[in-house]
């Protein structure tokens, strides 16, 4: 019965500690890039839709998502399609007209990079504790052992 529980608890470490690479490893390139959605919808359509027109860019169908991402001197503005589209537009950051624009994806939308550094900082978290767990346990395991073989003798 021990025996079983000492395998399963390392399997349990060993698992946490694969899910939790990979969630790293999935999560990484979105942390390091400092993107915001903002998801479309009736509320916002109109004011969307507007703004991007008006800054001689035709809209290809129905916008279901949008992103900002600062560059160097210059952003970009990512339209999501609902047919499944994605379409970028580089603006400069001296552009005044979609200054309003870059604002309420800021303001309304999400950060991306901020959930998946978040996902990062719990996987490493999990990591540590998945470590120290094992540590402590074959340490404790090892005094049991060691007071076994002292009551034996």
Do not use: P
């Not at 790293?24 to 942390?31: C, D, G």
């Not at 509320?43 to 860019?57: A, L, M, P, Q």
């Not at 978040?118 to 540590?135: D, F, P």
């Not at 404790?140 to 073989?149: G, H, L, N, Y």
């Amino acid at each position: 019965m021990n025996k079983v529980l000492n395998e399963l608890s390392t399997i349990i470490v060993i698992n946490i500690v694969v899910l939790s690479i990979i969630t790293i490893s999935n999560n990484f390139e979105k942390a390091l890039q400092n993107r915001y959605y903002l998801n479309i919808d009736l509320s916002n359509r109109e004011y969307i839709e507007e703004i991007v027109i008006e800054n001689n860019k035709i809209v290809m169908g129905e916008i279901n998502k949008i992103a900002y991402q600062q560059g160097l001197g210059d952003w970009e503005l990512l339209l999501y399609y609902e047919n499944g589209i994605e379409d970028k537009i580089m603006f400069a950051d001296s552009n005044r007209n979609m200054q309003s624009l870059q604002d309420y994806i800021i303001q309304n939308g999400y950060n991306e990079g901020k959930i998946s550094s978040n996902k990062i900082k719990i996987s490493l978290v999990a990591i540590l504790v998945a470590i120290i767990y094992e540590i402590s346990y074959l340490i404790i395991m090892k005094i049991k052992r060691k007071q076994t073989e002292k009551l034996t003798k």
